[in-house]
């Protein structure tokens, strides 16, 4: 069966398009599913505890497919911030080396949609943990729910693998990036 | 608030619309050039507005904390103790403050001053204190010193608000006009709403989220949110994650 979790995102948000650089992060209109399985992993551990986690709810959430619906609008910006990176001198002492970086942060218009196919079982435990998610990937990209449903995504709107586009959409619509 | 006295706090969430005048409380760089840039955001609507970086208030929230903690004699790492976010370098004696210091001459730089609403969302996860949220596992066992610590992070968060800081406040310290909002708490698992003070009904919007675990708390003035605060201040207490309860009740 499928769930629906609707997101508000309240405030800018950063998920970085992953084998990116991190001195210059472009970045995703909405979370991979590989953000939103170890999202949902994170908050599994804090409603159940690592043991449920690691026996029941890690090998439902590894396998169960995952499907992202973007906010209707999103606008991006690329901002400067100050970065740090640890070095380490022959001396093995580590210092925090300062230098300016640019990362992209996104706003979002509409709610973003998480489209989860789960075994029956799994629903109420599951919908616990989609209701207690509270941001996705950087935890300052915060992210508010704001309800949920059963319901399939729809044909064309979600991010897919190219492996599973349906070659009679048009690709002008899609935001092509490496996800996972 | 106060009918709810010592109500344990598991989350809150601070969802307000600031009014900011004569401020340079976020710059972006200055390009290689004499005129500092503002920090600038695009939005959904296609609208280029005026911002200000949460990294930025993160970093003076975490000063000011670090001062309400040495004053109750809560504990500080050795980073905290000596304000080390690697933004002052004067306090961590980097070799280029030295070399900042013997410059010669005076720069004539151009800053610029905005006046604005801006949207400002904080989310404080008040059961982490003292505690590892990655494996749940609470250090400061001690509930007294959780209380002391959550007193004075929301004490911070008071007066990060009620008196602003950040860039160039040395000389042009804002002029603090307005702050309407909601601030909203979740008293068992799960999260505090919260909902982008841009949309004209967030205050509508978090009030219909109220449940009997989710308390939302609206005010229209600076002074109603500085009492508010006090409350909680005052009345609240974090939370202990259900997974500590049977450690508490062996103590």
């Not at chain 1, 590989?34 to 908050?43: E, G, K, N, P, Y």
Request: hydrophobic share 40%; with cysteine; net charge neutral.
């Amino acid at each position: 069966m499928w769930l629906a979790a609707d997101y508000h995102f309240p405030s800018t948000y950063s998920c970085r398009i992953p084998m990116s650089s991190m001195s210059s992060a472009p970045v995703m209109p909405a979370p991979g599913p590989a953000t939103v399985r170890l999202a949902l992993i994170r908050t599994g551990i804090e409603c159940f505890g690592l043991d449920a986690v690691r026996e029941e709810l890690f090998p439902v959430l590894r396998s169960a497919p995952v499907r992202v619906r973007p906010p209707e609008r999103v606008a991006i910006s690329q901002q400067v911030l100050r970065g740090y990176k640890w070095s380490e001198d022959k001396a093995k002492r580590r210092t925090a080396q300062e230098s300016i970086i640019v990362r992209e942060m996104a706003h979002a218009g509409g709610p973003m949609t998480v489209f989860l196919q789960v075994p029956e079982d799994f629903e109420q435990r599951l919908r616990v943990v989609l209701q207690a998610i509270g941001y996705w990937g950087q935890s300052s990209s915060l992210a508010s729910f704001l309800g949920v449903t059963n319901s399939s995504p729809g044909a064309g709107e979600s991010a897919l693998p190219l492996s599973q586009l349906d070659g009679t959409f048009p690709l002008r619509p899609y935001f092509s990036c490496l996800a996972t | 608030m106060t009918e709810n006295a010592r109500e344990p706090i598991y989350e809150m969430s601070v969802n307000v619309r600031v009014s900011w005048q004569a401020h340079s409380l976020s710059t972006a760089g200055n390009n290689g050039s004499n005129r500092l840039l503002p920090r600038r955001q695009l939005l959904a609507d296609k609208t280029e507005t005026d911002a200000i970086s949460g990294n930025i208030a993160k970093h003076h929230h975490a000063a000011l904390v670090a001062e309400y903690f040495a004053a109750d004699g809560s504990p500080l790492c050795p980073a905290c103790r000596v304000g080390d976010g690697r933004r002052a370098a004067a306090l961590i004696d980097r070799p280029d403050y030295q070399d900042l210091s013997k410059e010669e001459g005076q720069m004539i730089m151009k800053i610029p001053t905005r006046s604005g609403e801006y949207a400002l969302c904080v989310r404080y996860h008040c059961v982490g204190i003292g505690a590892d949220t990655e494996r749940w596992i609470l250090f400061v066992k001690n509930q007294a010193e959780r209380e002391k610590r959550h007193r004075a992070v929301l004490r911070a968060l008071r007066d990060s608000l009620v008196s602003p800081d950040g860039a160039h406040v040395a000389t042009m310290l804002p002029h603090l006009t307005g702050l309407s909002g909601a601030i909203t708490v979740r008293t068992g698992v799960g999260r505090s709403p919260l909902y982008s003070a841009l949309e004209g009904d967030f205050i509508t919007r978090l009030r219909a989220m109220a449940d009997e675990t989710c308390r939302v708390y609206a005010f229209e003035t600076v002074d109603a949110f500085y009492t508010l605060m006090n409350d909680f201040i005052a009345m609240s207490v974090p939370a202990l994650h259900p997974f500590w309860w049977s450690e508490r009740a062996e103590q």
